[in-house]
């Protein structure tokens, strides 16, 4: 694959220059790092083919969750399948994700070495219905980062990321729509709760993120 990291969309600058905040945990909301039009390209190119259905109903074990999943990155490595599906918009994501620009600037961020972590990717879409239940993140996970593709998201139609103070769902500190170009840096700990409230059948459009994680490398294998 021909990494083109001299033409990544992103801005590294705005992951160095936003401020974490501490409170209940390491997480920070980051503005501006698909400058210009990007964003909006990015959007209306998200990937609309190949996308999995995993779910689990909440009770039943860990966390309950139902979301519609596309791997772009497995274990540092691109997935073929489903570069084939992006256009090169999108495939030039999958590069600057995989840079040591990208790596260096989630690290100075997070206040977590990166070092041997491998890098975990996908596209996801909720449709009407989909949640995610109050969890922490797997202790694997050093580092996420979620971007968010939607434009005119109202907030009726659900889908905020909600930052919590504790397992329950009703001890939300923050919450996050999903508006285009905005994205959410999240260190997991014991404290670092968090849940996707479910979309509303009132929606006009599925929620469209995209995640990655940074995997510890004592778990990678």
């Known amino acids: 694959m021909t990494t083109t990291v001299d033409n990544a969309p992103f801005d590294y600058d705005a992951l160095t220059r936003t401020e974490p905040a501490t409170d209940p945990f390491r997480w920070a909301l980051v503005r501006g790092m698909l400058p210009g ?53 999108w495939r030039a994501v999958v590069d600057a994700l995989l840079s040591p620009r990208y790596r260096a600037a989630v690290a100075a961020l997070s206040g977590r070495d990166l070092t041997g972590c491998t890098v975990e990717a996908r596209a996801v879409r909720y449709g009407s219905g989909s949640w995610i239940d109050p969890h922490t993140d797997r202790a694997d996970k050093a580092v996420t980062q979620t971007w968010y593709f939607n434009s005119g998201w109202l907030p009726e139609w659900g889908g905020a990321l909600r930052i919590l103070a504790g397992p329950s769902g009703d001890e939300v500190v923050r919450q996050v729509r999903p508006d285009l170009g905005e994205s959410v840096v999240l260190v997991p700990s014991d404290a670092s709760w968090h849940s996707v409230a479910a979309v509303t059948d009132e929606a006009r459009q599925e929620r469209q993120t995209l995640l990655v994680h940074f995997v510890r490398p004592e778990a990678a294998g």
């Not at 190119?45 to 996308?51: H, K, R």
């Not at 966390?63 to 090169?88: C, D, F, Q, W």
């Open 37 to 89: 039009a990007v964003g909006t390209r990015l959007a209306e190119e998200f990937p609309t083919e190949g996308f999995t259905l995993t779910e689990r109903a909440t009770g039943t074990g860990g966390k309950g969750y139902s979301t519609r999943n596309l791997k772009l990155i497995e274990h540092s490595e691109p997935v073929p399948a489903a570069l084939a599906l992006l256009t090169p918009r």
